[in-house]
């Protein structure tokens, strides 16, 4: 079974322009969670989908983050315009559907590094 | 928030060795799970062990919700056990799985 992929795995743009940072959760996985970790911080949650709807989008940082998901399924981040302190690592997880009140266990993604410059 | 603390935040050994990381929380949870970050920057499952004891080879886990922290525990350490090691929870009363990190513990295990 394919695992949380992350496309790119690396992206360096200039400030001002647009990237879109792509997550295909695992199948079958309800639930998608973008995180990131900037300049050696802790991880810290951006956001979260019970399938095509956003549930949490508390962590996000400002306007300039946009996440979808399209149909529940894959899930992409864009960030317009990047700003240097954008720079870092964007993790994505997914997990299964919450049973009886208990979450379940998230598994993650590579990570895209993404560097503005 | 609740707060998530790791210590040490460095740890270097040699191969062999055994080590004992630890993660206190500051707050109940509704999860607790162990990654290690290898040097591709990948975040490997370790454990998912809101509570209770688990072992996987030479690996094993022991979380003490009453008590607020959890243990990871690496013998007979190898090369390959470098990286960064983070412990994540799920607040309490939470009712999906949004994660909060420790800041991680570096290992560094020398042949």
């Known amino acids: 079974e394919a695992g949380v992929t992350q496309f790119p795995s690396h992206s360096v743009i200039e400030k001002g322009q647009t990237v879109t940072l792509r997550c295909d959760p695992i199948s079958g996985h309800d639930n998608l969670y973008w995180y990131r970790r900037v300049m050696g911080k802790e991880i810290k949650f951006l956001l979260h989908f019970v399938k095509e709807s956003k549930q949490d989008e508390s962590g996000m940082p400002n306007n300039r983050f946009l996440a979808e998901r399209t149909g529940g399924t894959y899930s992409t981040l864009k960030v317009q315009p990047a700003e240097l302190e954008d720079s870092g690592v964007y993790f994505c997880?997914?997990?299964?559907?919450?049973?009886?009140?208990?979450?379940?266990?998230?598994?993650f993604g590579q990570g895209t590094r993404l560097t503005v410059v | 928030g609740i707060q998530v603390e790791q210590s040490p935040p460095d740890l270097i050994l040699q191969e062999g060795a055994n080590s004992t990381l630890r993660c206190n929380f500051s707050?109940?949870?509704?999860?607790l799970q162990w990654f290690h970050q290898n040097p591709w920057g990948q975040l490997i499952n370790l454990f998912y062990?809101?509570?209770g004891t688990k072992q996987n080879g030479r690996l094993s886990a022991t979380t003490v919700a009453t008590e607020r922290y959890s243990l990871l525990y690496i013998s007979s350490s190898q090369t390959t056990d470098s990286g960064v090691y983070f412990c994540?929870?799920?607040?309490?009363?939470?009712?999906?799985?949004?994660?909060?990190f420790g800041q991680g513990t570096i290992l560094t295990v020398h042949p």
């Open positions: 707050d109940s949870v509704n999860n």
């Open positions: 062990i809101p509570s």
């Open positions: 997880a997914s997990s299964q559907e919450s049973r009886w009140g208990l979450n379940t266990e998230a598994f």
């Open positions: 994540a929870v799920v607040a309490g009363g939470t009712s999906y799985g949004k994660l909060t």
